[in-house]
């Protein structure tokens, strides 16, 4: 089974997991050059209010989620940083839904790349979609789901879930930061590929089983 899937992970899935092997080997290096422990000191005389308000503003506006779930790390540690990114992302969810119900043209050009890619589906598969689609940004997801007249238990119900899991690995990496080691470093590697794998197969798998393939998702009527 492991060998069939590998052979359906198209070019740009190998590019893009290429690229995050790159990333790491970049952070690698980077995390070599920089004295991470006055990091984690200075992050201790931080806001804490502050950062909380930081880390669940910022990706409502494109910020890279992934870096502020490392702050929360840093500053919170692994306990209290994933309860306060937990409670993040559900305020994000919520705030995003209401705003793209507030405001439905304006978010309609601001998501319509990932909207084109959608296909025609049920609200629940294609929320599962829409979480699982590789490369789709965090703040492009929460926004095109109410767009689209996904309700929004079935918003939260799965993108809450999904979201908080993704989260994990960069709350706990920036909490080790100031104390990894190489072993620590190779299963934070294999802790991200082996999520990775998981949402891809679990994106083929999905994208199996709906009628409409994403291939033809490229019809801009309205998904309601």
């Known amino acids: 089974m492991a060998v069939s899937f590998l052979r359906r992970i198209t070019p740009r899935q190998w590019t893009l997991f290429a690229g995050a092997l790159v990333a790491f080997a970049g952070l690698v290096y980077l995390y070599q050059l920089i004295d991470v422990q006055a990091l984690h000191d200075r992050a201790q005389h931080m806001n804490g209010l502050v950062v909380f308000v930081v880390i669940t503003v910022l ?36 705030a995003s839904y209401a705003l793209v119900k507030a405001a439905p043209d304006f978010f309609a050009r601001w998501v319509e790349p990932l909207r084109k890619r959608l296909p025609e589906a049920a609200h629940t598969p294609l929320t599962q979609f829409t979480m699982l689609l590789p490369g789709a940004p965090y703040f492009a997801q929460n926004y095109v789901l109410p767009l689209v007249g996904v309700p929004l238990g079935t918003y939260l119900l799965w993108s809450f879930p999904l979201h908080v899991v993704r989260s994990i690995v960069g709350v706990i990496f920036g909490d080790e930061s100031a104390h990894l080691t190489p072993g620590k470093l190779v299963g934070f590697g294999i802790y991200s590929i082996a999520i990775g794998l998981t949402c891809a197969w679990s994106f083929r798998r999905l994208q199996r089983k709906m009628k409409d393939p994403p291939a033809a998702a490229g019809d801009p009527t309205p998904l309601a």
Do not use: D, E, N
């Open 59 to 94: 990706p409502m506006f494109g910020f890279p989620v992934s870096v502020l779930h490392v702050v929360a790390g840093v500053r919170f540690g692994t306990g209290l940083g994933i309860a306060l990114t937990t409670v993040s992302i559900f305020i994000q969810l919520l």
